[in-house]
């Protein structure tokens, strides 16, 4: 096989692999994202803020004899 037609063969192999990408990505793009996205939603915060926990003292104080 010449040289010619050897890289036309290639070129022709690639514009099928080519073909079938962009086929692939217009029939996936839809279906990944509805698998990717996220189903979050966006609530209010509470108004009233939550009570602090209870703070232990750094050095605990112990009774001294007496």
Not at 42 to 51: A, D, H, I, K, M
């Amino acid at each position: 096989m010449a040289f010619k037609d050897m890289l036309s063969l290639c070129g022709r192999i690639g514009l099928i692999v080519v073909a079938f990408a962009f086929v692939a990505g217009i029939i996936a793009g839809p279906v990944l994202e509805r698998i990717w996205s996220s189903r979050l939603t966006v609530t209010q915060n509470n108004e009233t803020p939550l009570p602090l926990p209870p703070r232990v003292p750094a050095t605990p104080k112990t009774a001294e004899p007496g």
